[in-house]
């Protein structure tokens, strides 16, 4: 059995081995719901993070050398290994993270799917290819291809613990990258069990995933250890401070941060899908999603009936921790907080409470939110709770005017009864991603990027964008024969620039 450093867990739980830090101290983990300890890990230091770092790189050496086909085989280890023990990991994302094992195993899946799609892409996407030289350079043969940066720092989140930092360390791992992992101080378990998978599915190269644990002060230090690249998911204000340590070492960021997202019901829109797919998308993991929908604006020719839809199906939910739970407690105890600020907000401002609106200890009840000012906080700032808004407006144009009206604009939704309609709402909608008749898919298609504007971050994980996120762009030209003339020495002849703008004359001038 994989043990966590230290006490362990007392419940028979699985957390993979960490490699102590003599300096640091240890924390502990607990389960959200019961606050039974899952494991004791090591606050990895300064010293410490750099080591791993070191180690990394040697890793990452031996990693690059194996090229794109022996990776591959690898990677397939490693999401066998995955596949064969995803019910054992599913059962330690739901006591660490608290959501439902069910949720949990579709989480396991998707990570499973993305880290099958990268290593299946990385040679088609990143290899070495001709390019066309153009007209100045058509003596050469031009050459493009994708380098690994070496290592990749990743910082992932709680809320989905197994996926999402998996859309970076899939992604670096098969572009050729060593990764050192620090997962959320709240979710250290699954980062070991992680790490631990790793290295009995691909141990002739155990370093080139390692994870180090602890709180703000490790992340900051893997911050300046000198990586290729650091990719974060977290808040906005906590992307900042990263983005700060960063820049101390000119250490490029990819930043995944929070979302308001948006949904838009329009007057031809399936009224009850559309309200199965927002309670699931506000309420699922009890809110803590990046992408969740948390306002809806519907028209006020289905507003009435989409409400209703809304709120009978979230009064069947049910929070809890046992098997029959809807979603679970909050993993961060103390986003309990800005979920009272945010209703406390919206019912001050003249909003009204459709549904829900408790709190029972780490339990935040499903709640609807009526007639919201889209001044509220409960509008304006990430709630990241099992809430909604709903918003009357007066058609599909007011409502996208709303939905853009944001710092941040992570992922969305567009409800229409028409498929070109709903295509350009979506494509209207100031997001990295929007989904037509449905919400959240687009994270669960590998070859999409993922990503969001504004205050929602920069840079993109997924597909091959995600795939190119993680490597540097390496140009060579090689001359094959020399031209009459050589217009890049200083032996050229006089008229030489003047023959070079006659042809240019020729060749591009007819164009207006």
Request: contains cysteine; charged residues 20%; aromatic residues 6%.
């Amino acid at each position: 059995m994989l043990r966590s450093e230290g006490t362990g867990d007392t419940t028979g739980a699985t957390a993979g081995t960490v490699a102590p830090s003599p300096t640091g101290g240890t924390f502990e983990s607990r389960d959200p719901a019961t606050g039974t300890v899952v494991g004791v890990f090591p606050v990895h230091d300064t010293a410490a993070v750099d080591a791993a770092v070191a180690r990394a790189r040697t890793a990452a050496e031996r990693w690059a050398a194996l090229g794109f086909g022996e990776r591959r085989l690898r990677l397939a280890a490693y999401r066998g290994h995955l596949a064969r023990r995803l019910h054992e990991l599913a059962d330690l994302v739901h006591r660490e993270n608290g959501k439902p094992r069910a949720d949990a195993v579709l989480e396991i899946a998707l990570a499973v799917d993305h880290l099958a799609w990268a290593g299946a892409h990385a040679r088609r996407t990143l290899g070495p290819r001709r390019v066309h030289p153009g007209l100045l350079a058509v003596n050469h043969a031009a050459h493009l291809e994708y380098q690994p940066l070496g290592v990749v720092g990743v910082i992932g989140p709680w809320n989905y613990p197994a996926f999402t930092p998996m859309g970076s360390i899939a992604y670096a791992l098969a572009a050729g990258n060593a990764v050192v992992f620090k997962p959320s101080e709240f979710t250290p378990a699954v980062g070991a069990w992680l790490a631990e998978a790793w290295r009995a599915a691909v141990p002739d190269v155990p370093d080139a995933l390692q994870v180090v644990t602890g709180l703000g002060e490790t992340g900051a230090a893997l911050c300046r250890a000198g990586v290729g690249k650091l990719a974060f998911t977290g808040s906005a204000p906590t992307g900042r401070t990263v983005m700060a340590a960063c820049a101390e070492t000119l250490t490029p960021v990819l930043m995944e941060l929070g979302g308001k997202d948006a949904m838009i019901v329009d007057d031809d829109a399936d009224v009850a899908a559309a309200a199965d797919a927002a309670v699931w998308g506000a309420m699922s993991n009890a809110g803590q999603t990046c992408i969740g929908i948390e306002r809806v604006y519907a028209t006020a020719a289905v507003h009435d009936r989409f409400v209703a839809e809304v709120v009978t199906r979230v009064e069947a939910l049910q929070p809890g921790s046992d098997a029959d739970a809807s979603y679970g407690p909050m993993t961060m105890a103390g986003q309990t907080d800005v979920v009272r600020r945010h209703l406390a907000d919206a019912v001050a401002a003249g909003g009204t409470v459709a549904t829900g609106g408790t709190v029972d200890g780490g339990y935040v009840a499903p709640t609807v939110l009526l007639d919201v000012p889209e001044t509220s906080a409960a509008v304006r700032e990430e709630t990241f709770g099992p809430t909604l808004t709903i918003t009357r407006v007066a058609d599909a144009e007011e409502a996208l005017t709303r939905a853009n009206d944001s710092s941040m604009g992570l992922g969305g939704s567009v409800f229409s009864g028409s498929r070109d309609r709903g295509l350009d709402l979506a494509r209207r909608m100031r997001s990295g991603m929007t989904s037509v008749n449905a919400v959240l898919t687009f994270a669960s298609v590998p070859a999409l990027p993922f990503g969001g504007v504004g205050e929602s971050g920069f840079g993109r994980i997924h597909g091959e964008d995600g795939l190119r996120e993680f490597t540097r762009a390496k140009a060579v030209t090689v001359k094959r024969a020399p031209l009459p003339v050589d217009f890049m020495s200083f032996g050229r002849p006089a008229g030489a620039a003047d023959a070079l703008a006659r042809v240019l004359r020729l060749v591009h001038g007819r164009h207006r």
